[in-house]
Nanobody
Framework: VQLQASGGGMVETGGSLRLSCTASGLTFSRASVGWFRQRPGKERAFVAAMRWINSIANYADSVKGRFTISRDNAKNTVYLQMNNLKPEDAAVYYC?????????????????WGQGTLVTVSS
């Protein structure tokens, strides 16, 4: 399984970005998907996840109401729409996948990881 995250970049405070995650060797319609982020010197932290059963989503409190996780099964792509970005959202963002139905915030739950995409938010 290979995951590829993209869509990072630089944005001003209050701006928006949409991250994408594509997969090879995995069908997102039958996989749970998560987004995590890591700031320099910090541990990787949970952002959002979506179960493959019922597409139930879970969000970190810090992003609720601003970020939305979604997927397009036809394109086998998962998105993270990020609105009203804040400087504290700046990080390397990673997508992750699991074949179990989960929205766990624990990194150990997720078995496949993509490379990160950098999000920079200027104040």
């Amino acid at each position: 399984v290979q995951l590829q995250a993209s869509g990072g970049g630089m944005v001003e405070t209050g701006g928006s970005l949409r991250l994408s995650c594509t997969a090879s060797g995995l069908t997102f319609s039958r996989a749970s998907v998560g987004w995590f982020r890591q700031r320099p010197g910090k541990e990787r932290a949970f952002v959002a996840a979506m179960r493959w059963i019922n597409s139930i989503a879970n969000y970190a409190d810090s992003v609720k109401g601003r970020f939305t996780i979604s997927r397009d099964n036809a394109k086998n792509t998962v998105y993270l729409q990020m609105n009203n970005l804040k400087p504290e959202d700046a990080a390397v963002y990673y997508c992750a996948a699991s074949t179990i139905s989960t929205t766990s915030p624990r990194t150990t739950t997720w078995t496949s990881w993509g490379q990160g995409t950098l999000v920079t938010v200027s104040s």
